[in-house]
């Protein structure tokens, strides 16, 4: 007997052509849909990086019909941006993205051919972009507006704006809600102390894999960009044991329900949401804003141009028009963040802006708040942040 | 007599193309990843050198707690859909009148055409504790609202998103049963409830068993509907897996999680099926009937 056992068909005998054609053909299907699957899977895998120098340095020429943006979601006063199109013409598309190693995907993934122009990374990522390739060098000749920047405010890595320019920095702390803590809280020891006490089972705090060590870190003096395992230990170990089973939400951006809603009465926030849900609250006089201390973050998200930007010309101007007064004015009154711009604090005060002092920091207030500078940390730390939210769901 | 006989393979061919493209495809890639690591800052994933080790960094507590808390709200929530779904589908496919079940249909599927973001966060407002309904209690001498953040915040919005889900299938599984074999039940005497046991649930079962993994299945993968109603009591593993391919940028490690967290769903559901099949097996003993026995 032969290894291969006969198919038994019940059929008419005239219909046996057509099954064994039929069965030959689908041999063949199933073939090819595994080379299909094999050439897809040769589409996919990594290539080079996306290579610059295809695209022309801006040189003011004629503006572009389309700009195309990507930012972090719902970060500039929307009438700007059609301001800007109607006085200049190009027509804007805002695309955005959540984290800087999103955006690094995104343009690293793209091999060039994302279509972004203007991009917002965070200051503490320009470095490695810039010697990557992801960044077009800036020409500050279409840039005269620069001059109404405060160099204070410049980019740590790149103090001569080559390829960024301050767009806002913040900082970090907290809001409470006195009418359920009756102390004054000052410090993230403070923080820590609440959370365990009148706001347990009420706290939220931010979905983000730096900040949570970083309210340890500030708290006890160590530096919130430490590698040091012997301090990522001791940050997770409060995080996981003690402050998870405190946290009723991870929000990052409590403006749209934790602080109007009063969904919580302790909540760690950016100074830009922490403000723009004290003016939603119905009770905005029950809430307290309080700078973290002794330390805290300070971070800074810039203008920069995708090194494949389809639309150079468009972005310098958009930049450009970004960076006079006015727009900076209007930007610091829509998301309460520093703009970086000279003198737009005294401009802020004489509109009469609300809670300025959550946007603008005295020098010594500056001085306490530590930059974010390496982002080698971060697997670790999501480990960290993955622990924490297993606890807090327990 | 002939006929042109168009071969059978040729209908299903686009849906092969379809799935082996989209599919297949896909889920070969993730599985492949699995095997590689992160190179570095700027990259994702590389596979020049393969191993196991991003399947021994899954293998952790923090992963099986994860685990163990989407499973409390996939099987309670597939439950609970389940329970509400039921009555309701027999409902409209077995009593409703004949010229409302189109409106009914309706009435089921148009709330599932908003976005189930949109929807979820619709709830957001109405539980929050200073939103209306928590204003209208006050005002009735009630305290305030706090069911969000907690798990019963997770499953209703689990059981209002996945609803459709359920009672779809369940309709038409009841409403193929169809009055004859009912009515022929009855009229061998069969009670209201016999009928129910012995013929109109057992000829829905496969009905019963494709709205439970309709519901099921995404609802282990989902973790929006958990995380915006139950904040951080919504913890769910597909959260888990989103962070390492967008925060951490570790696609090597996220695809090592995606091919756990799919065998771990299908060790569940055959889990969950040879539980139903034990759970049957006294039932079956009891009004099994045997032709060749009878006819012995």
Known sequence: MSDQQPIRILAERSAVPGVLRSLSRRQLLSMTAIAAGGLLLAACSDGGRPSPGAVARPTGG?????????????????????????????????????????????????????????????????????????????????????????????????????????????????????????????????????????ASGKTSVLDDPGELPGIYFWANGIQWETNDEEHLAAAEDYLVNTLAKHVSVFDSNPANGTIPQSTAVLIQAWNGSARQGIMASSTPEKWRWVLGAPNTEIFMDTWAVSATAPHPEASHAFINFMLKPESQLANVAYMGSHTGGAGIEELARAEGLPYLDMIFYTPEQVATMQPSTTTEGIARRVDIYNKMKAAASA | ?????????????????????????????????????????????????????????????????????????????????????????????????????????ALVMVPFWTN???????????????????????????????????????????????????????????DRVGDVVREASSDLGGTPLRTFARVTFPLARPGIIVGVLLVYIPLMGDYLTAVVLGGAKGNMVGQMLASQFQTAQNWALGSAMAIMLVLMIVLSIVALGALARLIAIPVRARYRVDLMEEVA
């Open chain 1, 62 to 198: 004629p503006l572009e019909d389309q700009l195309s943006i990507y930012s972090w979601a719902d970060y500039d006063d929307p009438a700007l941006l059609s301001a800007f199109t109607s006085a200049s013409g190009p027509k804007i598309i805002v695309d955005s993205f959540g984290s800087n190693p999103e955006l690094v995907a995104k343009l690293t993934a793209a091999k060039g051919t994302s279509g972004y122009d203007v991009v917002v990374p965070s200051s503490n990522y320009i470095p490695q972009m810039a010697a990557n390739g992801l960044l077009m060098k800036l020409n500050k000749e279409l840039l005269p507006n620069l001059a109404h920047m405060d160099t204070q405010f410049a980019v740590e890595s790149d103090p001569d704006s080559e390829y960024a320019i301050c767009k806002a920095w913040g900082t970090t702390g907290f809001v409470y809600d006195t009418t359920v803590i009756n102390r004054e809280l000052k410090t993230w020891g403070d923080f820590m102390d609440a959370a365990a006490n009148e």
């Open chain 2, 116 to 174: 189930f973001l949109v929807r979820t966060i619709g709830w957001l407002i109405l539980l929050s504790p200073e939103g209306w309904l928590s204003s209208l209690l006050q005002d009735l001498g009630f305290e305030p609202l706090g069911v969000l953040q907690t798990r019963s915040a997770v499953l209703l919005g689990v059981v209002y998103n996945y609803l459709p889900l359920m009672i779809l299938p369940l309709f038409v599984a009841f």
């Open chain 2, 1 to 105: 007599m002939r006929r042109a006989v168009a071969p059978g393979f040729a209908l299903a061919l686009p849906a092969w193309i379809w799935l082996a493209a989209f599919f297949v495809a896909p889920v070969g890639v993730v599985f492949w990843y699995s095997f590689g690591y992160k190179p570095g800052l700027f990259g994702t994933h590389a596979n020049d050198v393969l191993s196991l080790d991003r399947y021994a960094e899954v293998l952790t507590p923090t992963f099986f707690d994860t685990f163990a808390n989407t499973l409390w709200v996939g099987v309670l929530g597939t439950a609970l859909c389940f329970v509400v779904g039921a009555p309701i589908a027999y409902w409209m496919a077995l009593k409703a009148p004949a010229r409302v079940k189109g409106l009914l249909i």
